[in-house]
């Protein structure tokens, strides 16, 4: 469920119309919605209520610092996965023991900084990694809390950019190779071992391989404590799938998600830790955008926007699907068209849909991508110099610029010509 619906006839977010922002913004623009924000967050406190737990909210689905405020506000904890990453945390005004630093590849700098300002737990994906964090720590005369990721060796079943839990996978560290890590781990200085940490992928649609994967985790739970290990936090990624296509059968809501974590994980008394970020964050933004016009082709039309692949990358990256809807709500019955729409990029493969059915559009209407809050902003670019797009925020009937559009003097005058280059 989410905020964005047709009222009188024009797309509203929240109680904000669509067309009134574009009109003040141009086009074209991300746009979230406090609300269906918030009711996310709390689907999945609610699913784990009873149980000692944190959500750390995955901010590379979209890290905009109101959304941060946002959700830490209601109390959330961060997975970042970089230095940047945790200063936006910091700078957003969450708690540093409420930080957790994920990430196959850290740097110096960025452990350095994290063991200075504070941090929750370090998500460890390999041995030269402990070592690192093992040497930095001790030099600076603190203790690092560590879990250790693990790769637990599940087929995620989702698309293959975005799976994580297979061996083949350049994530966490075997599940065979555990104890003898945590045996290191535990002997090292500077480090503290709290729990075990894994994440299988992105866009699950299935609670399945997160059974399958956690099943493992409980195993390996008890066999650590065995060895001795004090294991009392359990991270269990994220991952969680949204619904994008409105015919297909929906993945499973948070509540379920959670009695299955109740009943695979709640023995052990340990603290739950989940990452989500597609879940909480996916359908609580739009991206909308204006119709340049519309080419009839051979045998097909084409609907040229004014947004593009560099805005939103998901579909000529993942080929993925998003919903596209008229701001404008269709009369019924309407006449409808079939259209590839195209944004204006220099790339065939800067195509949002391929015949796709749609009401009959012309220039100058507005459409809105749904479901494009997750990875959607975060993984925009400049590419053929077209500025990021702004982001916007509504709040019930309120609605604030939370990114602006760059100038192009501010894009252009980023890069340095030599002064020995005449
Ligand atoms: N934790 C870790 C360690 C992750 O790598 C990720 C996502 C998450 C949590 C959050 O997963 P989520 O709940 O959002 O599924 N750009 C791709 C998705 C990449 C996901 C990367 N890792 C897309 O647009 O589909």
């Known amino acids: 469920m989410d905020h964005f619906n047709y009222r009188d006839g024009q797309l509203y ?9 574009a009109a003040s913004v141009g086009t074209p623009f991300y746009v979230y ?38 959700l830490g506000n209601l109390g959330a904890g961060m997975d970042v996965v970089s230095g940047g990453e945790y200063r936006r945390a910091l700078s957003a005004g969450i708690p540093p023991e409420k930080v957790v630093f994920s990430g196959v590849g850290k740097t110096l700098e960025e452990i350095t900084f994290a063991l200075q300002n504070g941090i929750r737990q370090f998500n460890v994906e390999s041995d030269s990694e402990l070592e690192q964090i093992s040497s930095i720590a001790a030099s600076m005369n603190k203790i690092a809390p560590i879990a250790i990721r693990i790769n637990p060796d599940v087929d995620a079943q989702t ?22 890590v945590y045996s290191k781990a535990s002997q090292m200085p500077g480090i503290s071992v709290v729990g075990i940490d894994l994440h299988i992928g992105s866009q699950l649609t299935d609670l399945e391989p997160f059974k399958e994967a956690y099943q493992k985790l409980a195993d390996l739970t008890q066999v650590l404590r065995q060895d001795g290990h004090k294991i009392k936090r359990l991270d269990l990624g994220g991952g969680l799938g949204i619904p994008y296509e409105k015919n297909k059968s929906a993945p499973p809501l948070p509540e379920e998600y959670g009695k299955m974590v109740r009943k695979v994980l709640g023995h052990l008394d340990c603290e739950i830790e989940i990452e989500p970020g597609r879940l909480i964050v996916g359908n ?54 079939v259209y590839d729409v195209v944004g204006p990029v220099c790339e065939t493969g800067d195509t949002f849909a391929k015949k796709r059915k749609m009401p009959e559009l012309s220039e100058s209407d507005l459409v809105a991508f749904r479901s494009a809050g997750a990875y959607g902003a975060v993984m925009s670019s ?41």
């Open 13 to 21: 977010a929240e109680d904000v119309s669509v067309a009134e922002i």
């Open 33 to 70: 919605s406090t609300a269906t924000l918030v009711r996310h967050f709390q689907l999945f406190d609610d699913a784990l209520d009873g149980m000692d737990h944190c959500i750390c909210y995955a901010m590379k689905a979209a890290s905009n610092q109101a959304i941060l405020k946002t």
């Open 159 to 180: 698309h293959e950019k975005i799976a994580t839990g297979k061996a083949e996978n350049k994530f966490g560290i075997p599940i065979s190779r555990a104890r003898d």
């Open 284 to 337: 609580a933004g739009i991206l909308v955008s204006s119709v340049l016009g519309v080419k009839n082709g051979d045998n097909r039309n084409f609907l040229i926007l004014d947004a593009a692949m560099n805005d939103l990358i998901r579909p000529a990256m993942y080929d993925a699907y998003h919903d596209i809807i008229p701001v404008k709500q269709p009369s019924s019955p309407q006449a409808e068209t």
């Open 382 to 422: 400049e590419y053929n110099t077209r500025p990021l797009i702004p982001e916007v925020m509504v709040n019930k009937n309120k609605f604030s610029i939370i990114r602006k559009r760059p100038s192009y003097e501010e894009i252009i005058y980023r890069d340095i010509i030599p002064d020995w280059l005449e």
